[in-house]
């Protein structure tokens, strides 16, 4: 795996322990935390469709094997992505459920 898919990986890895490790060791009450917890969580996915955007923007037909390499990482980094928008989307429905 290229360095930018690699590190792309522990960005969104990252992300994801951070945000579950602050649920679990939360030092607020439960509807603060959910409020700022989907505070960010809208924020990282502002980021990610920001990346997404740059991404295809950027997408040209690729001309050699270089190009080709660089055209798959670019793919597999806008597909892991797009895992982690429905993942936020997901938990961002859980936070509204739960403080309904």
Do not use: C, H
């Amino acid at each position: 795996m290229s360095r930018i898919g690699r590190d792309l990986t522990f960005l969104l890895t990252g992300i994801a322990a951070g945000s579950l490790f602050g649920l679990l060791y939360a030092p607020d009450k439960g509807k603060i935390t959910r409020d700022r917890l989907s505070f960010r969580l809208s924020k990282y996915r502002e980021q990610i469709n920001l990346l997404l955007e740059d991404l295809g923007s950027k997408s040209e037909q690729p001309e050699n094997s270089s190009k080709n390499e660089g055209q798959r990482v670019v793919n597999d980094a806008r597909e892991k992505a797009e895992r982690l928008l429905e993942d936020v989307d997901r938990l961002m429905a859980q936070i509204k459920q739960q403080n309904t």
